[in-house]
């Protein structure tokens, strides 16, 4: 549903949270390590994220990413947008570029239904609500 860039975008961004709610910095190598993922295409996320200003960085021997409390109120859809534009939230289930009412894929109607349900779920999800999860294993970035 969403990219592989975006995947790790919010994996990255939910794992920085957690780090920040305890004012912790934390570095793109540890970063990755702590999603899997690989650290240089990690690092082009978080400086494209930072640029946008989703992610907060410092440069320096204690640098590196943090969220401020305005970043962690930042919702998961504010990511997918930033990422991914809005193609989860708009487009077309089968990946038509004409699915419209007008004109509906095969499943255009339930999957209407679906896109409505994750773009509310995602505008409703913020960052700040899984540091505490995540810290004591009861959610996870990777297994």
């Known amino acids: 549903m969403v990219s592989k860039t975006c995947e790790y975008g919010i994996k990255a961004l939910l794992f920085v949270a957690q780090k920040s709610v305890a004012t912790e910095r934390v570095g ?3 970063i ?9 295409f990690i690092a082009k996320i978080l400086q494209d994220l930072a640029r946008k200003g989703l992610v907060q960085s410092a440069k320096g021997p204690s640098g590196g ?12 859809a504010e990511i997918v947008y930033a990422i991914d534009g ?8 089968l990946g038509l570029k004409s699915c419209s009412a007008k ?15 994750i773009k509310t779920m ?16 009861e959610r996870y970035l990777k297994r």
């Not at 999603?35 to 240089?40: A, C, G, R, V, Y």
């Not at 809005?86 to 289930?93: E, Q, S």
């Not at 255009?108 to 409505?116: T, Y």
């Open 28 to 30: 793109v190598r540890d």
């Open 32 to 40: 990755a390590r702590a999603i899997d993922s690989p650290e240089p």
């Open 65 to 76: 990413f943090y969220l401020d409390k305005k970043g962690l109120k930042t919702n998961l």
């Open 86 to 93: 809005d193609k989860l939230f708009t487009g077309c289930g």
């Open 103 to 117: 004109n509906p894929c095969p499943i255009h109607d339930q999957f209407a239904q679906v896109r409505k349900q």
């Open 122 to 137: 995602m505008q409703s999800t913020t960052l700040g609500e899984y540091p505490a999860a995540l810290e004591l294993g």
